[in-house]
Nanobody
Framework: QVQLVESGGGLVQPGGSLRLSCAAS????????MGWYRQAPGKQRALVAA???????NYADSVKGRFTISRENAKKTVYLQMNSLKREDTAVYYC???????????????WGQGTQVTVSH
């Protein structure tokens, strides 16, 4: 059983900052890519940022220069530092991990439950 537990969402004013965290737990053998996606009302879920074990990162154009993704492999945790937040960043943010569990199960994607980020006065 694998769980991804997110924290750090909330209400913030435009121009403010938030830091999201996502910790993976369970019978995990190895974690490959970890990332953050977001889904705004009426829109499809879209990639925000992703990071692989070696540290290479990938960002959506809309967040480049404002958001930073990082991970602590020993803690099986990924972070998303969000600065200079804009109203259009308002969405539910989901953690994603591409991992293999202990045993013979194939590698697959897991999702967190989501955390709401609202950017508003």
């Amino acid at each position: 059983q694998v769980q991804l537990v997110e924290s750090g969402g909330g209400l913030v004013q435009p121009g403010g900052s938030l830091r999201l965290s996502c910790a993976a737990s369970g019978s995990i053998f190895s974690i490959y890519a970890m990332g953050w996606y977001r889904q705004a009302p009426g829109k499809q879920r879209a990639l925000v940022a992703a990071i692989i074990p070696g540290g290479s990162t990938n960002y959506a154009d809309s967040v480049k220069g404002r958001f930073t993704i990082s991970r602590e492999n020993a803690k099986k945790t990924v972070y998303l530092q969000m600065n200079s937040l804009k109203r259009e960043d308002t969405a539910v943010y989901y953690c994603n991990a591409d991992l293999r569990t202990v045993g013979s199960a194939p590698r697959r994607n897991y999702w967190g439950q989501g955390t709401q980020v609202t950017v508003s006065h």
